[in-house]
């Protein structure tokens, strides 16, 4: 029985998926099926399916499919070639000639790629070619724009060739978000678009922190001195967490092998926030050794001297109070920190981008428990009862993000974050002003390498998820880490162009054993790898083989490791894309990305990996649970022409909450500017008269009705 079905009894009681425990297994890939469905309208017409893929050697296709610049493209740039590029291989490559991953694709499947990619994002490349259909073979996209034009007939149905495509369907078959957030026509199962997994059921976005900084605060078995030091500013963040009582956690244990129970016992050590609030400004000195005293009373000496542990141990147990604590900390003792009278607490990747400010609000939902955050969709997530719920809408989300506001009262986000003006988190770390940021481990960790002094003990690692209250129905309020920032399908992908491939079958049946070979174990290396020739091999030819979250996946050769650094400074992604060519679609392996990763990189990723494993951190799921609350949002839903149609009235509240570079987030303007006079249920019943409302009715419509054709999809 496929995955999907084992926990949909709940889902059955509500009378949303109908008879589905009766649903057979679906058949086997070479099951013997006769007639391959494409869509004319909402009709299928039936066609014979061939035996199998089979085209002519050098069948040409022509690709309009890159990942959002020219940089990162099919081929090489000239700005990215130069005068000529020579790689890792050996080879020089040249403006124009294909990237290592595509001359390799060509090879193992015997065609001829004609790069005809404009360089575009997802949106405008699909733009660019709407009314060219016929003269390209593939296009890129993003996923929902793509199943609107595979409904109006101008992509090719991949539901139908699913008999054909093993890989590609056993992929389908063992995450079923994924299938239904590709899913155009429910009511026949259409889908137009291969899914992109940029890593797959992982961790995103996760706190990073000076953990030296920490260690310099918080750490030793005397009390804490400093020669010149701050004073704590006047207090507008209230507790969080309880102020008496007690509080069991779940940590892992410090060698990472098991779970135990750790009680935060405030009856010993009170709420941090509320004995800070009560003494008001003190000096830094003072404010760290309070901390110190709250840490050793609070978890009855479980830390020891290395208190710093809460923060950043494999059985690191901090909450949104504790963090606040350390932040007053840091900013009473600049000091100690760096030599200098300023710094700077919250930042992130670039502070004048509208694009990376978002990250704020999205660690916001991980402080306080506020879903929607970080949906794969809009700011979606289903509640316990299976309905659709609208973070926009909430008017928790707005209380979050007030607290938010608190901390900007305080001075503890940085002030070009708070003003928009450019501020890079490189130059944060390079200067040694900035303490933490939520982001990706690869990307922001490779500053170990770059700007901080491993000399001087300057590390920068990613820490586990704070511990927060949660609802997520079981046992009511829950003190536990969730994270929502979670690895699923992306909103982009490519498609096959109906117009192109018309009357030519040797194309259309090359452009679909391309799709199904990326999704091979063979073609999933190449993906995330490129050739061979960048792969460590043994001597018979054969990968050098390491262990990544349970899968024997290939290390990376010398020579590409040091050539990702000289050429993009230990930037997996930039290095992938614009010079091999992978990591630009399909399904892409995070085991690269790891062994690109700074010792501090890895310490984090592995302390965070083992708590995932002993369910520690918890996280939506890649499909129907039984418990809706855990079930992840598809990034699409099926909706009608009409629903369409309905959708785009209320564009405004895309526009208001967008997440794009240049433009503006409501969500963001909260954290700066606080209620502005209102409050946080006000502001959620603003958002549902402006749209909010039919806007979720729309989607709780087309939610209900991708529910209800589950069975059939999974067919």
């Not at 949909?8 to 009378?15: S, T």
């Not at 020219?70 to 000239?78: I, N, Y």
């Not at 008001?280 to 000195?285: D, F």
């Not at 200098?340 to 509208?354: E, K, Y």
Request: with cysteine; proline share 4%.
């Amino acid at each position: 029985m496929i995955k999907w079905l084992k926990c949909a009894v709940p889902l059955l009681a509500a009378g949303i998926l109908g008879g589905c425990l009766g649903v057979p297994d679906p058949p086997a890939a070479n099951a013997p099926i006769a007639f391959v469905p494409e869509q004319t309208g909402r009709k299928r017409i039936s066609r014979e399916l061939p035996e199998d893929l089979t085209y002519a050697e050098g069948t040409v296709l022509r690709m309009a499919t890159g990942y959002n610049s020219r940089q990162t493209g099919l081929s090489f740039d000239k700005e990215t070639a130069g005068d000529g590029v020579t790689l890792a291989d050996g080879v020089t490559y040249y403006a124009g000639d294909l990237k290592p991953t595509w001359k390799e694709m060509e090879k193992r499947l015997n065609i001829r790629i004609e790069d005809k990619y404009q360089g575009n994002s997802s949106g405008m490349e699909l733009a660019f070619w709407k009314d060219r259909m016929d003269e390209i073979d593939m296009v890129s996209g993003s996923t929902d724009s793509l199943t609107e034009y595979g409904e109006a007939g101008k992509l090719v149905d991949l539901s139908g060739y699913l008999p054909l495509m093993p890989n590609l369907r056993a992929y389908l078959e063992e995450n079923p978000i994924v299938r239904l957030s590709i899913t155009g026509n429910n009511d026949i199962g259409s889908f137009y678009v291969a899914p992109y997994s940029d890593g797959h059921d992982d961790v995103e976005r996760m706190p990073l922190m000076r953990i030296d900084w920490i260690e310099k605060l918080l750490d030793g078995d005397g009390p804490f001195e400093a020669e010149i030091c701050g004073r704590t500013g006047k207090s507008y963040y209230q507790p969080y967490m309880p102020i008496s009582g007690k509080k069991v956690v779940y940590v892992v244990r410090p060698d990472g092998e098991d779970v135990e129970k750790l009680v935060k016992d405030y009856d010993a050590g009170g709420n941090i926030i509320r004995s800070m609030n009560a003494v008001g400004s003190m000096s830094g000195v003072r404010a760290v050794n309070m901390f110190r005293s709250y840490i050793d009373r609070t978890y009855h000496g479980y830390y020891g001297s290395k208190r710093s542990d809460l923060f950043a141990g494999q059985n690191a147990a901090w909450d949104a109070d504790e963090l606040v604590a350390l932040l007053r900390c840091i900013k009473a003792n600049a000091y100690t920190l760096n030599g200098t009278d300023t710094v700077q607490g919250i930042f992130t990747r670039d502070d004048g981008s509208n694009q990376r400010r978002g990250d704020l609000f999205r660690f916001a939902g991980q402080l306080f428990g506020v879903r929607g955050m970080e949906s794969c969709q809009d700011y979606l997530y289903i509640d316990v009862y299976g309905r659709l719920r609208d973070a926009r809408q909430e008017p928790d989300s707005y209380r979050a993000l007030g607290r938010m506001h608190d901390l900007v009262c305080e001075g503890l986000l940085s002030e070009s974050f708070v003003n928009k003006s450019p501020m890079t988190g490189e130059e944060m770390l390079r200067n040694d002003q900035g303490f933490m940021q939520y982001d990706y481990n690869q990307t922001q960790t490779v500053y170990n390498e770059t700007v901080l002094q491993k000399s001087e003990g300057e590390r920068y690692m990613a820490v586990l998820l704070p511990i927060s209250s949660w609802q997520d129905g079981v046992n009511g309020n829950k003190y536990m880490r969730f994270t929502e920032s979670w690895r699923s399908v992306k909103q982009n992908g490519w498609a096959i162009s109906a117009d192109g491939v018309k009357d030519h079958p040797d194309r259309l049946y090359a452009a679909l054993k391309l799709i199904d070979y990326a999704y091979s174990p063979e073609g999933k290396i190449l993906m995330s790898y490129g050739p061979d020739e960048f792969i460590r091999q043994n001597a018979d030819g054969s990968y050098k083989l390491f262990s990544f979250k349970g899968e024997m996946m290939p290390e990376i050769s010398d020579a590409t490791y040091a050539e990702l650094w000289s050429r993009s400074g230990g930037n997996y992604t930039d290095y992938c894309r614009r010079y091999l060519g992978s990591t630009m679609s399909f399904e892409k392996s995070q085991a690269f990305e790891y062994q690109c990763l700074s010792s501090v990189g890895k310490q984090g990723a592995d302390q965070i990996a083992a708590a995932i494993s002993l369910g520690v951190i918890k996280h939506p799921e890649l499909e129907i649970t039984s418990n809706p609350w855990y079930t992840s949002v598809p990034n699409v839903f099926p909706s009608t022409k009409r629903e369409l149609d309905l959708l785009s009235i209320h564009k405004k509240l895309e526009d208001i909450f967008s997440q794009n570079e240049n433009e503006e987030n409501r969500f963001v303007d909260v954290i700066i500017n606080g209620f502005d006079g209102r409050n946080a249920d006000q502001l959620a019943a603003e958002i549902r008269k402006e749209g909010g409302q039919e806007y979720l009715e729309v989607k709780q419509q087309t939610w209900t009705r991708l529910q209800a054709g589950a069975k059939e999809l999974m067919k």
